[in-house]
């Protein structure tokens, strides 16, 4: 059995009532955290000792705690989802962080994410981006054609696998330090570039995308590549590079 | 909507950044093969210079690549001004606690500053060069200096004649040879135009000389003038200078020169080869660039 260890630390959070209202950093102490707890746990602790004082919980957004439903967000101690890399804010733990640390706690910064409360960002931006082209158009009345009876060259089906991995979390645009959008614009286009049944429809996708892309108020990119670095999925840089193939390739041709 | 996106586009942008970053790395390598014929010494060394210095001021072809590059270097900064302006709006609230030391270079990050350095670096160096060049009055025409053991080590003069001059070369009173030494003379009917000596009043060409560039480039250099009246010798202050800003060029070549087949869409099994040829030659152009001012201000002669 692991020893148990608790520790004390000091918490610095972004408070805001809501979208209207100006916000500011608030300090808090939590005692008495385990090392053994996620840091969303952490987080379930403060609230309650927030209530439990009559206090305003803290607004943070979560779902599936393991990873994939990409809700959780948090820019922590200046990284997007923490300290580590390949992992989301509910997949960080408490062992992360030393007795007596001041811990940063903000939400996502960008004008396309603005936030609800607290720590809660609205991130329908990238919902309207992925209505403008991520998907494609299919017959459905009764002659559809069973995606496996196409056959995909293996390395371009793994690369658009690869790219389909991006949950939307935001990370990428959190920690552009142009609040640029284009890894999981990327990432969307990618996995539908590579594939047969999404080339048909690929220029106008890509196009379509980007102009939304644009319209949100989402940044620019200049190729730092720290979305990549800090992308909980790992979503490579090339798919970005593929994307202003495509792009390249709609406007020209 | 397509076709018209291709200028405004964040994408779009990006292309010309890449396409016009691009064409002024090899403005750089043409650049750089130019000035380090300044390390060749002596007469022929300073008539090499000049004769370049004239063909590149007189080809038509030249000519014309050097509109394309002022274009370049024009769109590259109002675009990239444009870009950076865009790119702070994206977020108009910043971290209370940023840490992006861990997931990027800082010249990556800092490529508008840097550029903008270079651009201001480039503004004072047209003004110091180019501008005396191509409309400077005062520039004078190179004039070679012999020594002459039969006579005693005296000193004669020879003006250089270009080969489509009218007059073969000729030899004067003077090491310098420009419009205050014409002026002297009492048919004051002939000025110096440019790099040609003409006849104000029927404009005909009497003779064709190279533009002392060379000398005017050691000049500046050595210089040992009170810059503005306040920095003393100018020269050395020049030279570091350009040398500080031959690093500035070296950082933002560090990332610029990859960055640019990224944006326009390369990213293959040939990126990790871009990538140690741009961090090459972003360190090797800028180091051959900043020796010329070193050697001229603290080893040439």
Same mark, same amino acid.
């Given at each position: 059995?692991?020893? +148990?260890?608790?520790?004390? &630390?000091?918490?610095?959070? =972004? /408070?805001? @009532?809501?979208?209207?209202?100006?916000?500011?950093?608030?300090?808090?102490?939590?005692?008495?955290?385990?090392?053994?707890?996620?840091?969303?746990?952490?987080?379930?602790?403060?609230?309650?000792?927030?209530?439990?004082?009559?206090?305003?919980?803290?607004?943070?957004?979560?779902?599936?705690?393991?990873?994939?439903?990409?809700?959780?967000?948090?820019?922590?101690?200046?990284?997007?989802?923490?300290?580590?890399?390949?992992?989301?804010?509910?997949?960080?733990?408490?062992?992360?962080? +030393?007795?007596?640390?001041? &811990?940063?706690?903000?939400? =996502? /910064?960008? @004008?396309?994410?603005?936030?609800v409360k607290d720590l809660i960002v609205d991130r329908s931006s990238f919902d309207r981006?992925?209505?403008?082209?991520?998907?494609?158009?299919?017959?459905?009345?009764?002659?559809?054609?069973?995606?496996?009876?196409?056959?995909?060259?293996?390395?371009?089906?793994?690369?658009?696998?690869?790219?389909?991995?991006?949950?939307?979390?935001?990370?990428?645009?959190?920690?552009?330090?142009?609040?640029?959008?284009?890894?999981?614009?990327?990432?969307?286009?990618?996995?539908?570039?590579?594939?047969?049944?999404?080339?048909?429809?690929?220029?106008?996708?890509?196009?379509?995308?980007?102009?939304?892309?644009?319209?949100?108020?989402?940044?620019?990119?200049?190729?730092?590549?720290?979305?990549?670095?800090?992308?909980?999925?790992?979503?490579?840089?090339?798919?970005?590079?593929?994307?202003?193939?495509?792009?390249?390739?709609?406007?020209?041709? | 909507?397509?076709?018209?996106?291709?200028?405004?586009?964040?994408?779009?942008?990006?292309?010309?950044?890449?396409?016009?970053?691009?064409?002024?790395?090899?403005?750089?390598?043409?650049?750089?093969?130019?000035?380090?014929?300044?390390?060749?010494?002596?007469?022929?060394?300073?008539?090499?210079?000049?004769?370049?210095?004239?063909?590149?001021?007189?080809?038509?072809?030249?000519?014309?690549?050097?509109?394309?590059?002022?274009?370049?270097?024009?769109?590259?900064?109002?675009?990239?001004?444009?870009?950076?302006?865009?790119?702070?709006?994206?977020?108009?609230?910043?971290?209370?606690?940023?840490?992006?030391?861990?997931?990027?270079?800082?010249?990556?990050?800092?490529?508008?500053?840097?550029?903008?350095?270079i651009l201001i670096f480039i503004a004072t160096h047209m003004i110091n060069f180019w501008?005396?060049?191509?409309?400077?009055?005062?520039?004078?025409?190179?004039?070679?200096?012999?020594?002459?053991?039969?006579?005693?080590?005296?000193?004669?003069?020879?003006?250089?004649?270009?080969?489509?001059?009218?007059?073969?070369?000729?030899?004067?009173?003077?090491?310098?040879?420009?419009?205050?030494?014409?002026?002297?003379?009492?048919?004051?009917?002939?000025?110096?135009?440019?790099?040609?000596?003409?006849?104000?009043?029927?404009?005909?060409?009497l003779f064709e000389g190279y533009k002392d560039l060379h000398k005017l480039t050691i000049?500046?250099?050595?210089?040992?003038?009170?810059?503005?009246?306040?920095?003393?010798?100018?020269?050395?202050?020049?030279?570091?200078?350009?040398?500080?800003?031959?690093?500035?060029?070296?950082?933002?070549?560090?990332?610029?020169?990859?960055?640019?087949?990224?944006?326009?869409?390369?990213?293959?099994?040939?990126?990790?080869?871009?990538?140690?040829?741009?961090?090459?030659?972003?360190?090797?152009?800028?180091?051959?660039?900043?020796?010329?001012?070193?050697?001229?201000?603290?080893?040439?002669?």
């Amino acid at each position: 059995m692991s020893a +148990k260890k608790n520790i004390n &630390i000091n918490l610095k959070i =972004w /408070r805001q @009532k809501n979208a209207s209202t100006k916000g500011k950093m608030e300090t808090y102490k939590l005692d008495n955290v385990s090392t053994d707890s996620s840091f969303l746990e952490m987080l379930d602790q403060l609230n309650e000792q927030l209530v439990n004082t009559q206090n305003e919980p803290v607004a943070f957004d979560h779902d599936c705690r393991e990873g994939i439903c990409g809700m959780c967000s948090l820019y922590i101690n200046g990284r997007a989802h923490g300290p580590d890399t390949g992992t989301t804010t509910c997949q960080l733990h408490m062992r992360k962080f +030393k007795d007596g640390e001041t &811990i940063f706690i903000e939400p =996502w /910064r960008s @004008k396309a994410f603005p936030v609800v409360k607290d720590l809660i960002v609205d991130r329908s931006s990238f919902d309207r981006i992925q209505q403008a082209g991520g998907f494609v158009s299919v017959n459905t009345s009764g002659n559809t054609i069973d995606a496996n009876a196409t056959p995909i060259n293996k390395s371009d089906a793994d690369k658009a696998f690869e790219a389909a991995a991006c949950i939307g979390c935001g990370a990428c645009v959190a920690t552009c330090k142009n609040g640029s959008a284009m890894l999981f614009v990327g990432a969307k286009v990618s996995q539908y570039a590579l594939l047969p049944q999404g080339k048909i429809e690929a220029a106008d996708r890509v196009l379509n995308m980007v102009r939304q892309m644009d319209e949100e108020g989402f940044g620019n990119c200049t190729n730092t590549g720290a979305c990549e670095v800090e992308c909980p999925k790992g979503i490579s840089l090339e798919n970005i590079a593929r994307m202003n193939r495509e792009y390249l390739k709609a406007s020209v041709l | 909507m397509a076709k018209s996106a291709f200028l405004k586009s964040s994408i779009a942008k990006k292309y010309w950044m890449a396409l016009t970053g691009l064409f002024l790395c090899l403005f750089l390598v043409g650049h750089l093969i130019g000035n380090l014929q300044l390390f060749m010494s002596g007469y022929e060394g300073a008539l090499q210079f000049n004769k370049y210095a004239y063909f590149m001021t007189t080809n038509p072809a030249v000519k014309l690549l050097s509109y394309v590059t002022y274009l370049s270097i024009l769109f590259h900064a109002i675009d990239g001004i444009y870009l950076a302006i865009q790119n702070k709006k994206a977020r108009p609230i910043a971290y209370a606690m940023n840490n992006p030391s861990k997931n990027s270079s800082s010249a990556s990050r800092n490529m508008a500053v840097l550029g903008t350095m270079i651009l201001i670096f480039i503004a004072t160096h047209m003004i110091n060069f180019w501008a005396k060049m191509k409309f400077g009055t005062a520039m004078p025409l190179f004039v070679k200096e012999i020594v002459d053991p039969n006579a005693g080590g005296v000193k004669q003069y020879m003006l250089i004649a270009t080969p489509e001059s009218p007059q073969a070369s000729v030899p004067v009173q003077a090491p310098i040879f420009d419009n205050a030494m014409l002026n002297k003379q009492p048919n004051n009917q002939i000025i110096i135009d440019g790099h040609k000596i003409i006849n104000k009043a029927n404009k005909e060409v009497l003779f064709e000389g190279y533009k002392d560039l060379h000398k005017l480039t050691i000049a500046f250099f050595k210089s040992k003038a009170k810059l503005f009246n306040v920095i003393p010798n100018e020269g050395l202050f020049f030279t570091l200078f350009y040398v500080f800003s031959m690093i500035v060029l070296g950082f933002h070549l560090w990332h610029g020169f990859q960055s640019a087949f990224q944006s326009l869409g390369i990213n293959n099994k040939f990126t990790p080869a871009i990538k140690v040829f741009g961090k090459a030659f972003s360190v090797i152009v800028p180091i051959l660039f900043a020796i010329i001012p070193i050697y001229i201000h603290f080893i040439s002669k």
